[in-house]
């Protein structure tokens, strides 16, 4: 297939629609990380569907000191991309024709999630993010647009808006993809040196230590309710050699630290020790939040929860996160 470059609203919107449009929202130097939403917004489009990519350096999410000039610009490799991952067009707007009377007097708020985690360390950000998004959504009139997880705060808030603005457009969420060593797909990863690619790797070796240390406690959790503390049951299991794992199930899920708690030690265990690495892991904030308003959740928490951090690596900023499940919804996803 050959995939359409449009520049211009006016091109998007002469295009014949047959099927459903999905759209994927990129600033460009696409990876392998879009090739995977791409695909995705394939198979929802489906052969008769649309699906368009949008490539645009958003410079209202760029604050003070941040690499909106740095930021990789590589139109051709992108379109050669989307069109191996199944893209039909590439929209690729000047930001005049995005913003046609310059920075937009009327912008989107994010509110109050907004202003937590990358909203603090990043003021004003999910507001030029979100008014984007909205500007996009309006052009590309999509039936469905897909966002990765790995940006888990930003997805929550484009469903938030979305749902309170009645957009009238499905959000679908993609799993985060990982290169071979854990690292995040992400376009910053090529800022990185070699020295600071390895300290970078505690992002992922910290969410995956809480992650490993949250299913371990609901395994145990899990076996010590299995296994009930009657005289009859005891003496059951005595008498097949398993009564000292029995009382250990019991003994460690009742006393050793569970939940939230657990998880955060067990992630600040990595990060402590990056912190001592050459070049150093800066952690900018670590958060086990409730994915609906990004607060951070407590030690009785139940249901699905967002394990999410940012940290600097010489002059880069990364994040990363990952989904889990706290109670009887189940252990770690």
Do not use: C
């Not at 699906?51 to 209202?60: C, K």
């Not at 009139?141 to 990765?148: C, I, N, V």
């Not at 854990?182 to 910290?206: F, I, K, M, Q, V």
């Amino acid at each position: 297939m050959t995939t359409a470059l449009l520049s211009t609203a006016e091109e998007l919107q002469a295009r014949v629609r047959h099927g459903r449009r999905a759209v994927v929202m990129t600033m460009g130097a696409l990876h392998e990380g879009h090739a995977t939403l791409i695909r995705a917004a394939r198979e929802i489009a489906g052969p008769e569907g649309e699906v368009v990519v949008t490539v645009f350096v958003n410079p209202l999410q760029f604050g003070a000191g941040e690499d909106l000039d740095r930021y990789p610009r590589t139109l051709d490799a992108d379109l050669k991309l989307a069109e191996q991952a199944g893209a039909d067009a590439v929209f690729a707007p000047a930001v005049d024709e995005v913003y046609p009377g310059g920075e937009p007097q009327v912008r989107i708020t994010a509110g109050p999630m907004g202003e937590r985690l990358e909203g603090a360390s990043r003021p004003g950000h999910f507001d030029g993010m979100l008014t984007v998004v909205a500007k996009l959504l309006h052009l590309t009139r999509p039936d469905a647009a897909l966002y990765g997880q790995k940006d888990a705060q930003q997805l929550a808030l484009i469903r938030r808006m979305v749902r309170d603005l009645n957009f009238g457009v499905e959000i679908v969420g993609v799993p985060t993809v990982r290169e071979e060593d854990g690292l995040a797909l992400s376009s910053r990863n090529r800022y990185l040196s070699p020295g600071e690619r390895r300290t970078a790797l505690a992002l992922s070796r910290a969410l995956f230590a809480g992650r490993d240390r949250h299913a371990a406690q609901e395994a145990l959790r899990a076996r010590a309710r299995e296994v009930p503390s009657t005289h009859a049951r005891a003496e059951a299991l005595s008498a097949i050699g398993e009564s000292r794992a029995a009382a250990d199930a019991h003994a460690v899920a009742t006393a050793a630290p569970g939940g939230p708690a657990a998880v955060r030690a067990a992630v600040h265990q990595v990060l402590d020790e990056a912190a001592r690495f050459d070049p150093p892991l800066k952690l900018d904030y670590l958060a086990l939040v409730d994915p609906s308003d990004f607060t951070e959740i407590g030690d009785g928490f139940i249901g699905e929860a967002v394990l999410a951090m940012a940290a600097r690596v010489g002059t880069t900023r990364l994040i990363d996160n990952l989904p889990l499940t706290f109670g009887s919804l189940g252990a770690a996803s």
